[in-house]
């Protein structure tokens, strides 16, 4: 079993629709959450970094960490076309250098 | 503000052969990681160095070694280069081994 886990997708939404982008994890030691956003054939590009539980916001986007259920989410709202990426979580510890990333969602959104 | 660098941004190799990837972290940054990422799916942690010394480790054989300079750049070296070694190459830096990462563009790597 992979320590996090991330619906592929394709994940096709209208544009202005609202996304949920989620992951599960098994390590019960995670502490550092983060959501990348890789366009194709490009360097994933940080979006979200968050400690612990709760939700932080910035612009369209909302993070949010349910550690008692193992469960990260990331919210786009108003999606536009240029949102259209892969988006990867990760997460780690301290103490522990490594990110370990989800398999990524791919997300179209259609104008 | 210059980011994280990467060079080359592609490069075919064949099977056999030795390759060496290279890397300027961002501006303020001490600390290099590496990572590979296969075609759909996501990186995978090769290793990290920070003051010139390797951190950490990633479950890769003894063929991936690696390398920091006292400017903080970095190289990765691959050896006896394998078909299945064709990948995205990452590298991500950070301020002392801080968990929040910015990676570069990667480098392609085919294997023929």
């Known amino acids: 079993q992979k320590e996090v886990e991330q619906d592929p997708g394709p994940l096709s939404v209208p544009e202005g629709a609202i996304v949920s982008l989620n992951c599960t994890y098994s390590n019960s030691a995670f502490q550092y959450f983060m959501w990348y956003r890789q366009y194709s054939r490009k360097g994933p590009e940080l979006l979200m970094y968050t400690y612990s539980s709760g939700n932080k916001e910035d612009g369209r986007f909302t993070a949010q960490v349910d550690k008692s259920s193992k469960y990260i989410s990331l919210f786009i709202r108003d999606s536009q076309p240029s949102d259209s990426a892969t988006y990867l979580c990760?997460?780690?510890?301290?103490?522990?250098?490594?990110?370990?990333f989800g398999s990524g969602t791919r997300l179209q959104v259609q104008p | 503000d210059a980011g994280v660098t990467q060079s080359p941004t592609h490069l075919i190799k064949t099977r056999g052969q030795q390759v060496t990837l290279r890397c300027s972290p961002k501006?303020?940054?001490?600390?290099v990681s590496w990572y590979q990422q296969a075609l759909g799916q996501g990186p995978q942690f090769i290793f990290q160095y920070y003051e010139e010394e390797e951190r950490q480790r990633g479950n890769f054989p003894d063929r991936f070694s690696g390398h920091q300079f006292p400017n903080y750049s970095s190289e990765l070296n691959v050896n006896a280069l394998l078909l299945g070694d064709s990948a995205l190459y990452l590298c991500?830096?950070?301020?002392?081994?801080?968990?929040?990462?910015?990676f570069g563009q990667g480098t392609r790597l085919t294997v023929v």
């Open positions: 501006s303020g940054h001490d600390t």
């Open positions: 991500a830096s950070s301020l002392k081994g801080d968990t929040e990462a910015f």
């Open positions: 990760a997460m780690s510890y301290t103490g522990r250098r490594a990110l370990t």
